[in-house]
């Protein structure tokens, strides 16, 4: 290949056109010297990227100095930065602010010595910076409605806070005022019950025997009401402790069947157990507390069954795992009319008398806790209790407590 002055013409035009095509902008400048000192940057070569960009021409920037074109190069030491640059060697690579000639650019600015001048390459970055910027002020906006929501969760967990301590007040005062009330109108019953029973032995007539029987059954019924009261205030204010002791479990369904035989035979209807195998002779837990919801539902069935019968099922699964006791499973199914589904969804609601009233024809019934206290006992003991209607066959109440196992220290009656 010839070495001649057309092949050496033939590169510079390809470079000049490679260098035009590139994305940056490119620019050489020579130094203007005076008394050897650089007092400005001649341009002697820019690619069209260089102007379109900057939006001139190849005679306008060739015809002036850099100074000229970009006064403030001065002010921001970028011309003292170009200056080092060729009288060091040291390359220079810096996000810059250029202002002059109309424009207001912010670039990435590459500088290389070149002869006795330099090279630059940029290109403007004033998109990415406009993002920065709003990515800034998006942040800065979120910090700031973090900081006032937090502000706010924070308010409204300390009012959270100050409600729970007053409702804990309430309930603390709410159980004792029971107490106390429990405690003296017990008192006054007790003693009406106590003269109901001696003017009853003192040969009294019929009609005043059966006037005794409807006060004695006032008094009892008030004082099985005030039972209620306190025993549901005590649930709901946590305070309520079960028992952990082993009992008979056969015998407790057949003992609390019993206590209902003769009120089922004076209305003439059935009562049956259907206990099923295996159940555990003995098991531990709450007797007392099992033996209330089982009578709660059984009187309950009674209550509100006029023929027919109430049959009380029940069996057990083990545990999981197994040697944690046993779940049982009882029903109380019974032949009366059942609940709508409107009363149905009550029912185990507190102070709503339709938990033990809706079923009965004259509306009676209790403060409406029986269900209530019972569905609270239930979730104690790590169960729960439900109510299901068949048609034409009653009702169903359901459910399940878990029974803990007997080891061998209860059964060697070490405990």
């Known amino acids: ?95 810059q602010r250029m202002q002059g000639d109309g424009l207001d650019l912010h670039v990435r600015l590459i500088v290389k010595k070149f002869g006795d001048g330099f090279l630059a390459a940029f290109h403007d970055i004033a998109r990415r910076k406009r993002g920065e910027t709003e990515l800034k002020r998006l942040n800065q906006d979120l910090e700031y409605r973090v900081a006032e929501r937090t502000a706010e969760l924070s308010e409204a967990q300390k009012r959270l806070q100050q409600a729970l301590e007053l409702a804990q007040q309430s309930n603390r005062a709410k159980g004792e005022f029971l107490a106390m009330v429990s405690h003296d109108l017990r008192s006054p019953l007790t003693a009406i019950q106590g003269y109901v029973g001696l003017l009853a032995s003192e040969g009294v007539s019929r009609e005043q025997t059966e006037q005794l029987n409807v006060i004695d059954q006032c008094a009892e019924g008030l004082l099985r009401l005030l039972d209620d009261l306190l025993r549901f205030s005590r649930l709901e204010a946590g305070q309520f402790k079960l028992e952990n002791e082993p009992f008979l479990l056969p015998s407790l369904f057949t003992e609390t069947l019993d206590i209902f035989r003769p009120a089922a035979m004076q209305k003439k209807i059935g009562l049956r157990t259907e206990l099923g195998s295996p159940l555990p002779e003995i098991a531990v837990g709450d007797a007392a507390q099992l033996r209330r919801i089982l009578a709660n539902l059984v009187g309950n069935a009674l209550k509100f069954t006029e023929q027919g019968e109430v049959v009380v099922r029940a069996r057990t699964e083990p545990a999981s795992p197994p040697e944690k006791g046993w779940m049982l499973y009882a029903e109380v199914i019974d032949t009366g009319t059942g609940l709508d589904p409107v009363q149905a969804r009550r029912l185990f609601q507190p102070y709503i008398q339709g938990a033990e009233g809706l079923r009965r024809p004259d509306g009676g019934g209790g403060v409406g806790l029986g269900l209530a206290i019972c569905r609270r006992l239930c979730e104690l003991m790590g169960g729960d209790i439900t109510y299901e209607r068949a048609p034409g066959k009653g009702s169903c109440f359901s459910f399940r407590v878990k029974l803990g196992p007997v080891d061998e220290s209860w059964k060697s009656g070490k405990k």
């Open 1 to 95: 290949m010839s070495n001649g002055p057309q092949s050496q013409e033939a590169r510079t035009v390809f470079l000049a056109e490679l260098v035009d095509g590139l994305y940056n902008c490119i620019s050489v400048s020579e130094a203007v010297r005076e008394g050897g000192r650089i007092v400005d940057f001649q341009c002697t070569f820019v690619n069209r990227t260089y102007l379109e960009s900057l939006r001139t021409t190849r005679e306008e920037v060739l015809s002036k100095r850099l100074l000229e074109r970009f006064p403030t190069m001065r002010e921001t030491g970028l011309f003292d930065h170009f200056v080092e640059v060729v009288e060091t060697g040291e390359p220079m690579d810096v996000e």
